[in-house]
Structure formats: C-alpha cells, structure tokens
C-alpha cells in the first residue's frame, strides 16, 4: 500500500506570492491533517479535513487556509507569503480519527 | 484546545542507558496519545501508542505509561543504542482527532 504523498518536495517563493501544497493519503484514509514544523517549534497544528470539511482548525490566520476532494486529497494554500512561512509543511493521514496518524516527506517551503 | 506539554527538550544517555520524556496534557477528553520518532532528514514514524483506557502498553525495549488522573503519559526506552538517537514527539487526540503534539525531545544516545 503507497504511504503518504505530499508534493512539490521542495518549493521557492518571494513574499507576497501564494502558494498551494499536494497531499494524496494512504488509501482508504478519509482524514488528512497538516502540521507546520519549523526549527524548535515542533509540529504545529494547522487544520485537519475529514470526508471534504475541515473538522478542527489550529490557531493560524487566515492566510493559511485548505481543502478536501472526494477522493480524500487535500491542498493547502497560504496566500500573501511571508518570510516567517519558511518552515517544513507535512501532512498525515489517519482512516477516520482519533487513532494512529502517517506522515508524508513533507514540503520544504523557503520564501525569498 | 487542547495544550500539551513535552519535558526535557533536549536528552543526552550513555549507550545501554534508559531514557525517559514525560508529557502532561490539557484536555481531559483527550483519549488517544501516540509517540512519534523522526530522524533527521526524515518523516516522524510512530513508535508506539496508547488510548485512555490502558494505564501501561510496553513494545520491547519501548513502554508509555498514562495517568489520566493527573494528564500526563511517558514514553520509556531501556537499553538505549546509538540509532534510537532522533527527535521523539508525544501528541494528544480526542475523538475527534483533534491533534496536538509537544514541542519534541532531542535525544542523543553516545557510544
């Protein structure tokens, strides 16, 4: 069974550009959470969807904001990109929620 | 939401050593709470996990215990080897899988 695909691996912005980040889970997994992580802060809580509807939010703006298909892929969109956005985003799948979670590579982010 | 906190930041052992991460956590309704490895370079992988209703699950040289009453669970390494050095993360879920993770451990095991 194919593990968590996140793509692109590595991405290069400038601030003010927007940006939008791939995440094809397990299959089968119906609930996709994105996590941000940067040098010691660990992995921070971004939103998780479950089957198309984003069921729990963390405490980013706005400008972070994200989807669910039908087929349980989920993107991610930050627009207005900041410097302090450079961080690794990593996304997880789980089959319903509330159990064991599997993590993609990630996506290196690094804005200009 | 739900707030969870991760204690040492950073963990050095001898080889042969145990090493011990506690984590306490906010939320009582809190019901799931996994450890994650992740290596340099590398994906975080789970190495172990519990759900409220167990207060000890142990997985060779790997055990968490969890106190619900006082909300806080610890993951246990015996004989530490040199590759058990990463970065190790405790998480906290409800049933909702609302998902929060401590700040991480660094532990280096030397030879």
């Known amino acids: 069974k194919a593990g968590v695909t996140q793509t692109p691996r590595y991405l290069i912005k400038t601030r003010g550009q927007q940006v939008t980040l791939s995440c094809s889970p397990i299959?089968?997994?119906?609930?996709v959470s994105w996590y941000q992580q940067t040098p010691g802060q660990g992995l921070q809580f971004l939103f998780e969807?479950?089957?198309?509807?984003?069921?729990n939010k963390g405490n980013f703006p706005g400008r972070f904001s994200g989807r669910q298909f039908s087929n349980s892929r989920s993107e991610m969109n930050v627009s207005t990109l900041e410097l302090g956005d450079s961080a690794l985003y990593l996304c997880?799948?789980?089959?319903?929620?509330?159990?064991?979670?599997?993590f993609g590579d990630g996506t290196r982010l690094s804005i200009l | 939401g739900e707030n969870v906190e991760q204690h040492p930041s950073t963990l050095s052992v001898q080889e042969g050593d145990s090493a011990v991460i506690k984590c306490t956590y906010s939320?009582?309704?809190?019901?799931?709470f996994p450890w994650y490895k992740q290596e340099l370079g590398k994906r975080p992988q789970l190495i172990i996990d519990?759900?409220?209703?167990?207060g000890e699950k142990k997985d060779q040289r790997i055990a968490v215990t969890l106190n619900k009453t006082a909300k806080h669970f610890s993951l246990h390494i015996t004989e530490t080897q040199p590759e058990d050095s990463a970065v190790y993360f405790c998480?906290?879920?409800?049933?909702?899988?609302?998902?929060?993770f401590g700040a991480g451990t660094r532990l280096t095991v030397k030879p």
């Open positions: 519990i759900r409220s209703n167990v």
């Open positions: 998480a906290a879920s409800n049933i909702n899988n609302d998902m929060r």
């Open positions: 969807y479950f089957s198309e509807t984003q069921r």
């Open positions: 299959s089968g997994h119906r609930s």
């Open positions: 939320d009582s309704a809190s019901n799931y």
């Open positions: 997880a799948s789980s089959l319903e929620g509330g159990g064991a979670q599997h």
